[in-house]
């Protein structure tokens, strides 16, 4: 390893499949290798993790999973036990959990553990998580600003949080004409259709119960309407029983797990996200990378990038009332909808970018790894020492 390169150690309590924290990962170690870095992959098998490897990111099977404190002690040796075998310039835990773990395993090699924290959907977590990281991490890297004020608040040092945003691939996700082989999504679109789409886990707190109730009220009103559904989970019978019962089969289209997620987001006119709980949602950020309006509710970091009648509309979680009439004013005003995705793409340039993302990540560890092996300028961390200024 060179003085400007680094071998970092990330440790993940999901299998490598879809989520948040994996497309992150499959971002960013692959950019880091191409830089001359080294980057191991510690969690359980995934079906994403051949993509990994084919990047030249190493895998290694780890399962973060303990709940009585011999677990935890057995774990953490097991930890200790790799981390001494592949020796790592950077630790770099991707949860609360894998932090507690790493702070008991690490506590011997002189490297830092740097933290990034994605979301934290449970408030009692949110309680004591400042606390905990402030002796597990030496630097705790967020997505967003939600959750940094909100751990600060409760017990993290600020001298040792940043906020680097995840940015979005916009040789991926881009704004072209809208696809025409997607037909079984939409088979014969009338010249007034607004086809509502939204991508997202078949699951109780992304709310879609309540976006079939208020697109019931869509397509009253506007029978053209049509809702496609990109995503799989176990809702998915519950969900087809809904839609059945409020006679909406021909309207909404249930797409299953799909890889080619932005054709998908090219066929949309609105993306909709009723989530109840959200920290700063990938997928609505995706779609404006293509140039869409956002309808989204206001939890977690949504309103960091949904502003409300800039780029898209926001709504209270667990009101389809208020999502219908969202959704209604959306179809009755074209123009509107023009503007809001012309906004959804500035954000995207100016707040999402994944070039910045990567080179800010990429020179935090580089400082972090810097430091490997010098016990003091750890300890300067652990005492302030501003980690990501």
């Not at 109780?204 to 869509?218: G, I, N, P, Q, Y």
């Not at 950020?285 to 898209?312: D, F, W, Y």
Request: proline share 7%.
């Amino acid at each position: 390893m060179g003085d400007k390169s680094f071998r970092i150690l990330y440790l993940l309590t999901e299998p490598f499949g879809v989520g948040g924290v994996q497309s992150d990962i499959k971002a960013l170690g692959p950019y880091f290798v191409r830089k001359g870095h080294e980057v191991l992959v510690a969690c359980p098998m995934g079906d994403q993790v051949p993509f990994l490897e084919k990047a030249g990111v190493q895998h290694i099977p780890f399962s973060v999973h303990f709940r009585t404190p011999g677990e935890f002690r057995s774990q953490s040796r097991q930890l200790r036990d790799l981390i001494e075998a592949n020796r790592p310039t950077v630790l770099a835990p991707q949860s609360i959990r894998s932090s507690w773990l790493c702070h008991s395993a690490a506590r011997e090699f002189p490297l830092v553990r740097a933290t990034t924290i994605h979301n934290i959907h449970t408030p009692f977590n949110s309680l004591y998580a400042g606390f905990l990281l402030n002796r597990c991490s030496h630097l705790v890297i967020f997505e967003s600003d939600h959750e940094h004020r909100r751990l600060t608040r409760m017990g993290l040092s600020p001298s040792k949080a940043c906020v680097v945003p995840s940015g979005i691939d916009t040789d991926t996700f881009f704004k072209t004409p809208r696809p025409g082989h997607l037909t079984e999504c939409v088979p014969d679109p009338a010249p007034d259709t607004v086809i509502f789409g939204c991508v997202a886990r078949l699951s109780e707190e992304k709310a879609h119960k309540d976006l079939l109730s208020a697109f019931a009220k869509v397509h009253t009103r506007y029978p053209a309407s049509r809702l496609v559904l990109v995503g799989d989970g176990p809702l998915r019978d519950d969900l087809l029983g809904r839609t059945k019962a409020l006679g909406l089969s021909a309207a909404v289209h249930f797409a299953g797990q799909r890889s080619n997620i932005p054709e998908y987001l090219n066929l949309f006119d609105v993306f909709v996200l009723a989530s109840t709980r959200e920290s700063l949602p990938r997928a609505a950020r995706e779609s404006m990378a293509c140039g869409l309006p956002v309808i989204a509710t206001k939890v977690g970091a949504t309103r960091e990038a949904v502003h409300h009648q800039s780029n898209g509309l926001l709504v209270p979680p667990g009101d389809p009332e208020a999502l219908s009439e969202a959704m209604i004013r959306l179809v009755e005003e074209p123009e509107l909808r023009r503007r809001m995705g012309e906004k959804s793409l500035s954000l995207i340039q100016k707040r999402f970018s994944q070039k910045i993302w990567l080179e800010e990540n990429e020179r935090i560890y580089l400082r972090a790894a810097s430091l490997a092996g010098n016990p003091a300028g750890i300890g300067s961390l652990r005492n302030g020492g501003a980690p990501c200024s």
